[in-house]
Every structure is written in C-alpha cells, then in structure tokens.
C-alpha cells in the first residue's frame, strides 16, 4: 500500500539547471508534506516542509510546490549543484504525533 | 548543530541472536522513533515513543523488537532473535513537539543477520 510515490527513481541534470523532484501521494488525511535528502551511509537530512494550508514554501534554493486537489507536491532546486546530488526522500503524514510515511525516493545526479 | 547519534555504524550477527541499537535523540527533543530501510526499499516507520511509552507502533514491529529509554539520554531498540529478513538500516530520529515539526535523524546502524 504505497500511500506517498515517488514514480522517477532516478533523475540526472545539469549543473546551473533546475531539477524537478515529483511526488504523489494517496492519502487525503495527509496535512503534512516534507522533502528529505540522503546521501550515502549518513541519515536522513531535512531539507524544507510545507504544510497543507499553503500551495508553495521557499527556502533559498528549494522551492516545494503543493497541489492539494492533484495530490502532487515537488521539490524544484534552482540552480542544481554538484554537491545536491543525492538520494531525495518525499514524506508525508497527519495531524498530531504521527508517523512519517515515506516514498521510495528518486535518486538526483547533478552533473558538471 | 545538535545531532541524533547512532552506535554502533555496523552490527553484524547471527540468525537467533539478540541485538540491541543505541541511539542518542536530540537533548531537548521529546518524541522519538525507530525507521528502517531494506537496501533498495523506502524508509519504514517501525515504533514512536513519548512520554515513557509506545505511541504507535508498525505491522513490522512484532513481538520480537521492544524499544526502552533507559536512562534521560538513551533510546534502544532491542530484536531478540534476529532473522535474516531483519537486515537493513536502522534509523533512530527524533523531533521536539508535537504537531508538524520535522524529524531529525542519526546516521544509522547497518545490521547485518548472518
């Protein structure tokens, strides 16, 4: 039952371009969406959330973008850098003390 | 920056033996997790705790793991007889509150069941 998808497991870039990192997710009760960042043998790092009252939340180069009604959120980074390449996690979950669900990630290269 | 703190890197051992995962959350953080992902598979939730007790647990987490907090700093996650399906990375996070606030996460422990 994959509640949060990620259908793109990989993605590769140019460096200076922008990357476009997709998630959908099947869970209406989901009010809040976070984008996380993994690169090899290190945990987890959050990198920017957004919650569902708003459509879009900007931190420097990190833009997410949320799409209640298609229930699609993304993740644009703009310009790509060489050192953003990583495996990048979508998460969701709802109201409260719940639990992160997470998609199966889509791996960025961005390349020089 | 304050960090979630993970031992050991690496745990191998044998089919039926028992393991315990370490984890230090986040000194003033309040709510704290165990996650883990098979190589190749998404990042699972397994258990959350708070306030001295399991708030929610996953299908995942049967009678074989319990999670303690046996001290003000510590967070364990104890597999009694471990089966070569339990393999794959364990991640302890941890967040400060309630309601939406991000999860922060250790590095994780590589358990390998031989």
């Known amino acids: 039952d994959q509640q949060v998808k990620q259908n793109s497991p990989s993605l590769s870039v140019q460096e200076g371009r922008i990357s476009i990192l997709n998630c959908d997710y099947t869970n209406s009760m989901f009010d809040y969406f976070l984008w996380y960042k993994k690169y090899p043998a290190e945990g987890p790092t959050f990198l920017i959330s957004?919650?569902?009252?708003?459509d879009k939340n900007e931190d420097g180069r990190f833009t997410v973008f949320l799409n209640k009604s298609a229930k699609h959120l993304s993740l644009h980074i703009v310009p790509s850098q060489p050192g953003d390449s990583a495996v990048y996690f979508c998460?969701?979950?709802?109201?409260?003390?719940?639990?992160?669900?997470f998609g199966k990630g889509t791996r960025l290269s961005v390349i020089a | 920056e304050p960090e979630v703190t993970q031992t050991p890197s690496h745990q191998v051992t044998q089919m039926g033996q028992e393991v315990i995962l370490r984890c230090v959350p986040i000194s003033n953080h309040l709510y704290f997790y165990w996650y883990r992902q098979i190589l190749g598979q998404k990042v699972e939730f397994l258990v959350s705790f708070y306030n001295n007790e399991i708030s929610e647990k996953s299908e995942i987490f049967d009678d074989q793991f319990s999670v303690e907090r046996p001290d003000g700093s510590n967070f364990t996650l104890k597999i009694r007889s471990t089966k070569l399906e339990d393999s794959a990375m364990y991640f302890c996070?941890?967040?400060?509150?309630?309601?939406?606030?991000?999860?922060?996460f250790g590095n994780g422990t590589r358990l390998t069941v031989t």
């Open positions: 957004i919650s569902s009252i708003k």
């Open positions: 998460a969701a979950k709802n109201s409260g003390n719940t639990p992160l669900v």
């Open positions: 996070a941890s967040r400060r509150r309630d309601g939406n606030s991000p999860l922060h």
